[in-house]
Every structure is written in C-alpha cells, then in structure tokens.
C-alpha cells in the first residue's frame, strides 16, 4: 500500500476548554493502563455524495474541532501519569492512497499494513488523539482513528466517533459524554512497583496478525458444543462471545500441550470485563478506561472442543468474580489494583524465559454500535482494528451484519504457522479473504 501525506494539521476544540475542566483527572484504572493506543480504520465504499476530497476533509475537520468541544480531555496532554492537561489539539492528516482501490485494499485485507491508515506512532507526551482519512482512487475512502489506551476503552473510543459522526451529519450530537470515572474510581498518589508500564515485549520475533470470520452458523454450532446442562434439565446456552473464546482457548491450550522440545504449558485468558453497568454510576456513555481485565484459571492440556462448557464455566467464574467482589459492590479501588496485579504478575511470567505459561488477551469489542459511524455519506462498508503488535492478543469485531465476529489475532510468525493449520480451527473460522462480504 503507498501512501501520499497531503496535509498534516492541528484541529483544536472550536471553544477555549473552561478553567475549571483544564486538568482531567486519572483514575485508578486509568494509571495502571500502559501506554498503548486503540486503533480502528472506518472503510466508506463508493460512491459517495459529495465526494471531493477537500470537501469531506474540511467536513471532517469542522466537525472534529466542534466535537473536541465535548470530548475536552482527548486534546490535551498526559503530565506524569497522573492526568491530562486539557489544552491542546489533535493531529489530523489527509492522505492518498496510490495505485489501489477499496476492493484491491481489502480483497485481502493486510492487517500489518493497515497502520499506514493511521496517523504516525503515538508516543508518550504526543497527542492524545490522532485522525487520517485516506482516499482510494475508486472514490471510497478510509476514516483511520486512534486514541491512546491511556485515556480510554474501545467503547469510549466508539462513543466518541458516534458524537463526531452525527456533528458531521447534522451538526449536532445526540451522545453526552462524562468524564466523571475518576470520582468513581479514585486515583492514587503513588502506584505500587507492580504497576510499572508492562508494553515493552520481547521482540526478537516478528508479530503477524490475521484475521478469522466466525459466521452466524459456525458460531450456533459452537454454542450448542459449549452448552451445559442444569439440575432441572434445562440447556444453558453461552453467549457468542463465550463460545468463541471457549473455542479459541481450546486451540491455544492444544498448541501450548504440542509444543516441540518443551513440557506442555498451562494457558489462561486475561478477559476484559466491562464495568458500564455494573457499577452504580457507570454507564454507556462514561469515558475513561471503564474496564478490568481479570484472569481465568489456568488450564493444563489435554483440553479439546469436549471441555468447552468447563471452558466456559471458567470464563463465567472471571465474570462473577468481577460481578460479586468489592470493585461492584463498594465500588473499591484495592479490588481494581488486585486484578491489575495479578495481570502485570501473569503477563511477566508468560514472557520470561521459561515460557510455562501461555498468556492470551482477549478484549470482545461486540455490540459496540461502530458500524453506525455515518459522516454524512452512509454507514461503514467495515471497521477493522489494528493491534499492537503484542503477542497472543485476541480482538472481536462485529461483522457489519451483527451476527458474525471479525477475531484479529496477533502471534508470533512461528505460532501463528501452527494456529492456522490447527485442523479443529479450519472447521469453525475462515481466513477472511474478502473484507466486503457480507457475513
């Protein structure tokens, strides 16, 4: 994919921030999250009303400095990781993407490529927030935004690029945001050495992420192999989201169990769990980090596609943990360090030399309403995620149709050699070769 930069520009909220909003507090959760950033590529087909490049960018760029205004924090700057320094801008970028169009870019999809997509880098102390749109020479065009993970979740991301969409469409947003976590979650002055920033992995082997389609038939079978039967004879059956991961476990536990020349390793999850609705006082439009990432069991090979409902069950049991602990009931901020520690503490094992621990990150970004992003020239022919290039990292993605799941996992190019041809994942997931069909 070659790239044409055609402009670089600043955009500012349209209002001076008010005095008493400049400094946006962090919460505990906040400060334990490390400095990596959130990125998803919005892929508009053509053709589309009012295509003239300069006049969907300035479209763009008005519309962002109005949003800005709502979304005050994700223009300022992080000062000592404690919070943010609400002044400042964002980076805007308007690109040409050379020699390619929409359906060539996505027939197959290069998830490592799709970076180009994407302002340059985040770095510590750079912008907070950072926008490119990309047009293809067939007239479709790219909306490539990222957020550090810093500041937000995925659905902070989300909420934010909905409010910027209907600015665009119909200059006003029907989203208020609140960036009140903080009073929810307390920050501390001084956090334990266990919180240091854990992003740095080793990098002696190249990352290769693929994409894997989940159709809404595959995804029923899977449910009915992870179901669990109650004492009243009653059928349970789990959610998408649970089948699939169950699933996807079962792999990685078989790979971890096959392993050439090494004592098979126990594999546990970190699942990301999301508070907006738990927590009194969280909800769907609270921004912030509104997200623990609490640990499953680990589980020792054998495991097979038999085990799923135990699977399942242990994913459960992360999620009740979560649900009946402190961090609900009395909203504790120890509760949010203990999960964040034990995740720091796994995550440094499964890295260190040895290896007897397979970690994977799971984060599920379903049902979060990205396909509704309309600036104006209709909804996204697909969204895409781009992930940090950390190993064993498993992200979820609706399908447009909503039935589907778009899994972008990211390994090692060595184990994502055996994951690919692992028989019993060919069964249930397609490679995706074509972005724009619908599924």
Not at 252 to 258: K, Q, R, S
Not at 271 to 292: C, F, I, K, Q, T
Not at 386 to 401: A, G, L
């Amino acid at each position: 994919m070659e790239i044409e930069i055609v402009s670089i520009e600043a955009i500012k909220p349209s209002q001076a921030t008010p005095p008493n909003l400049k400094t946006h507090q962090f919460s505990i959760i906040d400060q334990h999250i490390p400095h990596t950033r959130l990125s998803v590529p919005f892929f508009y087909s053509p053709p589309l009303p009012n295509s003239q490049p300069l006049i969907i960018t300035d479209l763009l760029k008005s519309s962002l400095s109005k949003a800005l205004t709502l979304f005050y924090p994700l223009a300022g700057r992080i000062k000592d990781d404690h919070y943010i320094d609400c002044d400042g801008g964002v980076k805007f970028v308007h690109a040409r993407v050379r020699h390619l169009s929409l359906s060539q870019a996505l027939s197959p999809p290069n998830p490592d490529q799709m970076v180009q997509l994407l302002p340059t880098e985040y770095t510590r102390g750079e912008e907070l927030l950072g926008v490119q749109v990309s047009f293809f020479e067939c007239g479709g065009i790219a909306v490539g935004v990222y957020l550090s993970h810093k500041v937000a979740d995925a659905r902070s991301l989300c909420t934010f690029v909905l409010s910027w969409a209907s600015i665009a469409k119909s200059w006003s947003s029907a989203l208020t945001p609140r960036f009140d976590l903080a009073s929810v979650f307390p920050p501390i002055e001084i956090l334990p050495s266990s919180a240091a920033d854990y992003t740095d992995v080793p990098t002696e082997k190249t990352t290769l992420t693929r994409v894997f389609r989940f159709g809404a038939s595959k995804i029923a079978e899977l449910k009915a192999k992870a179901k669990s039967g109650s004492d009243d004879g009653r059928q349970d059956y789990p959610s998408r989201m649970m089948s699939v991961t169950a699933f996807l476990w079962s792999i990685f536990a078989a790979m971890g169990g096959n392993r050439k020349g090494n004592d098979p390793r126990h594999c546990t999850l970190s699942v990301a769990v999301n508070l907006r609705g738990r927590v009194p006082g969280l909800d769907e439009h609270s921004m912030g980090n509104v997200v623990v990432t609490p640990l499953t069991v680990p589980m020792a090979p054998p495991i097979d596609l038999v085990a799923m409902p135990e699977l399942v069950k242990a994913i459960r049991d992360v999620v009740r943990r979560v649900d009946e602990g402190g961090l609900v009931k009395r909203r504790d901020g120890g509760e949010v360090l203990k999960i964040m520690e034990a995740c720091t503490d796994c995550y440094n094992k499964a890295y260190s030399s040895d290896g007897e621990l397979g970690l994977y990150i799971v984060s599920s970004w379903l049902s979060f309403p990205f396909y509704e992003a309309d600036f104006g020239w209709g909804k996204p022919a697909w969204v895409a995620v781009v992930n940090e290039p950390y190993n064993n990292v498993v992200m979820y993605m609706d399908t447009k149709s909503g039935d589907g799941i778009d899994a972008w996992i990211t390994m090692t190019e060595e184990d994502m050699a055996r994951f690919e041809s692992m028989p019993e994942l060919l069964e249930f997931a397609t490679p995706l070769h074509n972005a724009l069909e619908s599924s």
